[in-house]
């Protein structure tokens, strides 16, 4: 049980350009899921707290025009770099709180973002 | 503010050879404390819970531990399946549900 997924697994794409990011819990409701990112040899950052049907909580220094998160459902929070530059490059984490240990997060597997 | 420091930083084992990795926190109210595992490329894994002062979780060759300062991931006869990057992470209070996380201790285990 408690199972994430991420998509795509990677993604390439060029500078300028918008690219979303799904994640999904598949066999739990999830009103809260976490965006983390992670640079090579470092820890995971949070980026921002998604809540299902409410606006999203950006930590200090995280533009949210840039990293849009949208959280319409129990199941499924999206992450959407706008305008995409070379310093976004990074690994996406999600993960989603799980009702049963509500708070114990489970991790999706990431998505690898390149950005040329 | 939350901290997690996690030694040492990257350790070699040999198959068997039994040790602990530490990871010391400073939190204002511990909710819990989360160990995780993390294979290259991937997202983080859930191994291990602890709440309070003195829990102890097992789990196959891995055993958790909790003081009111620093929590220890004893791994016993290690495998080279067990290589990883381990993560510590504390969750307090007045913090939601967020976690903060330790930069990790990187095992390689070598038959």
């Known amino acids: 049980g408690a199972v994430v997924s991420q998509h795509p697994s990677w993604v390439i794409c060029k500078s300028g350009t918008s690219v979303k990011i799904e994640c999904r819990s598949l066999?739990?409701?999830?009103?809260?899921m976490f965006w983390y990112r992670q640079f090579p040899k470092q820890s995971l950052m949070l980026m921002a707290t998604s809540n299902e049907g409410s606006k999203a909580t950006y930590e200090q220094g995280v533009e949210k025009d840039k990293f849009l998160i949208n959280h319409a459902s129990l199941t499924l929070s999206t992450l959407t770099v706008t305008s995409a530059h070379p310093e976004d490059s990074s690994f996406y984490i999600c993960?989603?709180?799980?009702?049963?240990?509500?708070?114990?997060?489970?991790f999706g597997p990431g998505t690898r973002l390149t950005v040329l | 503010e939350d901290q997690v420091t996690q030694s040492p930083e990257a350790l070699r084992l040999q198959e068997g050879e039994s040790s602990s990795l530490n990871c010391s926190y400073t939190v204002s109210g511990l909710r819990g404390l989360f160990w995780y595992r993390q294979d290259p490329g991937k997202g983080p894994e859930f191994l291990f819970t602890?709440?309070?002062a003195g829990e102890e979780k097992e789990k196959e060759r891995l055993k958790a531990t909790l003081t009111k300062k620093e929590s220890f991931l004893h791994i016993t006869a290690p495998k080279p399946e067990d290589s990883a990057t381990y993560l510590c992470?504390?969750?307090?209070?007045?913090?939601?549900?967020?976690?903060?996380f330790g930069t990790g201790t990187q095992l390689k285990v070598e038959l």
């Open positions: 602890l709440y309070s």
């Open positions: 992470a504390v969750q307090g209070v007045g913090g939601g549900n967020k976690l903060t």
């Open positions: 993960s989603a709180l799980a009702g049963g240990a509500a708070d114990t997060q489970y």
């Open positions: 066999d739990f409701q999830a009103t809260t």
